[in-house]
């Protein structure tokens, strides 16, 4: 074992639980005052609900020993046969624990991450409910099937650094769903409903591009060069991501917006994230441009569709996950990381069909397992707040508390 290694990814999940609070301030700040409790109470119970999920059966069925390919037994059940050594897969020269608390974060995160498209009117105990199937149900096998020993979609060869199949691009698949199944806001369309508090959303993306260092650098699982180069693309795409946003923002409406360039970084960092690993500065920044300019129209879509996707989580992180997965196709390099795959840019053409096959694949599943249990919650306990009570907002009717007291 390595305590240089060791330590850096400790710091990296760090980082990465960091985020969760993160993504709850940058949600926030998008809704309505009456709903901002409400919103961050969505994202910070999932720290406690998925830990112990995780802990208990989730990181056996990620990453434990792998069932045909789709799946990991519940061989480590609660952790079992989970400590001190180094497992050969999941970081040689860290504790497996490690690796483990590592990929928790990344649990944790992914529902919250849905959360945004059915915001202000989702009642809290059918939302944990839903979270903790999703997780077991949803993210687990997409996790195994990327990154765990085994996997049919690892043993395929595709390409997904840090979260473009599991975390991504199944959260902005999941968000769909779930916009499609609760429905609109009830004044949708007729009331203001504007962000409350920008500045609070501003400091919540802030936060988020510090913890994606570790999100991504992190999943290099050392301390060395691949790590640096996995730093360096995602900075690189997140800064040509905000400034990609707001560029076309301006001339579409003539103003360039603080959301937007929140809105633009956040898209950069999501959509760099399945390449960061195999691909370099340049790459990353021009992954992050395409990126900005992308989701900016991709946000502008469900306008269009007429789906009330509240904070965008469809036209950022389920367009973001697809450009990514793509782009990790076109421009990865063995040269950037030898354990990666040469892209179309680098004459293997074949590695973007893979990285099609993975997207596709992600997206059925996704959708239709989402679909399904939504359905089943809402059939057994109810999904939605009624019309009162979302009239009073989620602060009051869900948690009997106000985020502002005047």
């Known amino acids: 074992m390595n305590s240089g290694d060791t330590a850096f990814v400790l710091i990296s999940a760090a980082l990465v639980l960091l985020m969760t609070p993160a993504l709850a301030l940058f949600y926030a700040g998008m809704v309505r005052s009456k709903n901002v409790l409400?919103?961050?109470?969505?994202?910070?119970?999932?720290?406690?609900?998925?830990?112990?999920?995780?802990?208990?059966?989730?990181?056996?069925?990620?990453?434990?020993?792998?069932?045909?390919?789709?799946?990991?037994?519940?061989?480590?059940?609660?952790?079992?046969?989970?400590?001190?050594?180094?497992?050969?897969?999941?970081?040689?020269?860290?504790?497996?624990?490690?690796?483990?608390?590592?990929q928790c974060m990344f649990a944790v995160i992914t529902p919250a991450l849905i959360s945004g498209a059915f915001a202000e009117r989702m009642r809290f105990g059918p939302f944990v409910l839903f979270s903790l199937l999703w997780a077991t149900f949803v993210y687990n096998p997409l996790c195994h099937w990327i990154w765990a020993d085994g996997g049919w979609l690892k043993s395929l060869g595709v390409l997904d650094f840090a979260g473009g199949v599991a975390v991504h691009l199944s959260s902005g698949v999941a968000a769909l769903a779930a916009a499609l199944v609760l429905g609109k806001r009830r004044d949708f369309g007729t009331a203001n409903l504007q962000p409350h508090n920008l500045p609070m959303t501003l400091l919540g993306a802030g936060l988020l591009w510090f913890g994606w260092f570790g999100f991504n650098a992190g999943s290099a699982l050392s301390c060395g060069p691949v790590a640096a180069s996995t730093f360096v693309a995602t900075h690189m795409a997140a800064a040509a991501g905000g400034l990609g946003w707001i560029f076309v923002e301006w001339r579409h409406t003539g103003a360039a917006t603080t959301l937007g360039a929140a809105s633009g970084a956040v898209a950069g960092l999501a959509t760099v994230t399945p390449a960061s690993g195999f691909v370099g500065p340049i790459s990353g920044a021009i992954i992050g441009a395409i990126a900005g300019i992308a989701c900016y129209y991709g946000i502008m879509a469900k306008n269009k569709f007429g789906y009330d996707d509240s904070l965008d989580v469809v036209g950022i992180h389920g367009l973001g996950g697809v450009i990514g997965l793509l782009s990790a196709g076109v421009f990865a390099s063995k040269a950037v990381n030898p354990d990666g795959a040469d892209g179309l840019f680098f004459g293997n053409a074949s590695q973007l069909g893979v990285q099609c096959v993975a997207i596709f694949a992600t997206i059925v599943y996704t959708f239709i397992a989402t679909y399904i249990l939504l359905k089943i919650v809402d059939v057994v306990v109810g999904l939605r707040v009624s019309e009162e009570d979302e009239a009073r907002g989620l602060d009051l009717s869900q948690h009997s508390e106000v985020g502002y007291n005047f």
Do not use: C, N, R
Not at 41 to 55: P, T
Not at 72 to 100: D, E, K, N, R
């Open 38 to 102: 409400g919103t961050i109470m969505q994202s910070f119970i999932l720290i406690g609900v998925i830990s112990l999920e995780w802990m208990l059966w989730g990181y056996s069925m990620a990453f434990g020993p792998d069932k045909w390919g789709i799946i990991g037994s519940l061989q480590w059940f609660g952790l079992s046969h989970v400590g001190a050594a180094p497992h050969p897969s999941y970081g040689p020269t860290i504790p497996h624990m490690v690796f483990m608390i590592f």
